[in-house]
T-cell receptor, first 114, second 113 residues
């Protein structure tokens, strides 16, 4: 299994540009999430999904869009990049239910918006 | 909403010694899960240990153990026999519905030789 994969690993954007961060998992996990990591703030939830076709907002959703058309993929779209979106982005996945299912994280994408 | 607080931005410890990282949280739920994650310079998030709130026994994984005080809403991580490879950022996290995680701000741990 490849686990959780994210592309690209690094990206530089200009203000106003749009782009999509890709996330895929091959573990048949129902739950997938996107987090951003900023210095001194830990990881914060942007959007999450509990299954194909179902998404919801997390703590910091503004400026981001998601969709989940398949179990495997959960792309994150930046509609019009802003310097405040400079961050490291992590995708995570896990099985659903109420057990202590471990979240598996991707390697992260470092995004810089100039 | 749940909150997680890590009050130690940075800590250091000598190799082979023991160190304790602090974490407090706030929740109105009675049954929940808590985690400690390690993030080395590679940036990869690695699960260190988990605790189920309904279990009174503190979780242990090799050199890592927790002191879980449910009434005080405290969840500290003890690392025994510290090794250079333990140098990393450590995050405390609370699991919400939908397996969403609420993270603390993190503690940078440096192990010195």
């Amino acid at each position: 299994n490849a686990g959780v994969t994210q592309t690209p690993k690094f990206q530089v954007l200009k203000t106003g540009q749009s782009m999509t961060l890709q996330c895929a998992q091959d573990m048949n996990h129902e739950y997938m999430s996107w987090y951003r990591q900023d210095p001194g703030m830990g990881l914060r939830l942007i959007h999450y999904s509990v299954g194909a076709g179902i998404t919801d907002q997390g703590e910091v959703p503004n400026g981001y869009n998601v969709s989940r058309s398949t179990t495997e993929d959960f792309p994150l779209r930046l509609l019009s990049a802003a310097p405040s979106q400079t961050s490291v982005y992590f995708c995570a996945s896990s099985f659903g239910g109420t057990g202590t299912y471990e979240q598996y994280f991707g390697p992260g994408t470092r995004l810089t918006v100039t | 909403a749940q909150t997680v607080t890590q009050s130690q931005p940075e800590m250091s410890v000598q190799e082979a010694e023991t160190v304790t990282l602090s974490c407090t949280y706030d929740t109105s739920e009675n049954n929940y899960y808590l985690f400690w994650y390690k993030q080395p310079p590679s940036r990869q998030m690695i699960l260190v240990i988990r605790q189920e709130a309904y279990k009174q026994q503190n979780a242990t994984e090799n050199r890592f153990s927790v002191n879980f005080q449910k009434a005080a809403k405290s969840f500290s991580l003890k690392i025994s026999d510290s090794q250079l490879g333990d140098t990393a950022m450590y995050f405390c996290a609370f699991r919400e519905y939908g397996n969403k995680l609420v993270f603390g701000a993190g503690t940078i741990l440096r192990v010195k030789s």
